[in-house]
């Protein structure tokens, strides 16, 4: 290190290495720029290697639904409408008077989700419950005018996503998809 000493002063101070450069606003180049080995190293987009035609179907069906979850949310957040609200209220207005327990199951939801939704579903006005006329302490849960007003709103967006995921499929290779999901969650279910 070199030394300079201040006139004034009379004190001596270091210099660094910066100080003594010719160009001052030159840095050093961070050691990644200087050894390749500790360069970070960025996965693919989606769509690209792994992530695309050349994964694993499992993970590209978790990468689309991811995808497709997020775009849901978007989507139905516009009306206060989280995405499992919108299946409770899907699964009632096609199966009326299930129980809590039912939805969970028909909802791929756990018991303690659907809990927390129809509590705030039936606060909304949305759904209202009855007792179940053979075993009272089982409550059956249906929509609402309220309730299918909402639903009827949030299927339009949720129309605009299908119509996004299906875009560039003709209505056969469409059903095809359709059918594949639907063997896969049936064969895979019972397995």
Known sequence: MARKTARSTGTVRKTSKIEKSKNPTRSRKAPAETDPALAIIRPPRPGQ???????????????????TRLT???ALGKLGVTPPQFVV?????AY?????????????????????????????GAIRKTP????????????TRRGTALLEKCRRHAHAVDRRLA????????LIVRRWLSKIATELQDS
């Open 167 to 174: 875009k560039g499929l003709n209505p056969r290779a469409e």
């Open 132 to 143: 179940h006329p053979v075993h009272g302490r089982v409550l059956q849960w249906t929509l």
């Open 72 to 74: 849901m949310e978007r």
């Open 89 to 93: 209220l899907t699964m009632l207005r």
């Open 49 to 67: 290697g792994k992530r695309g035609e050349q994964g694993y179907l499992a993970y590209l069906l978790r990468q689309a639904q991811a995808a």
């Open 96 to 124: 009326p008077g299930l129980s809590g327990a039912d939805l969970a199951r028909v909802a791929l939801l756990t018991p303690q989700t659907v809990g927390v939704i129809i509590r705030n579903l039936e606060r909304d």
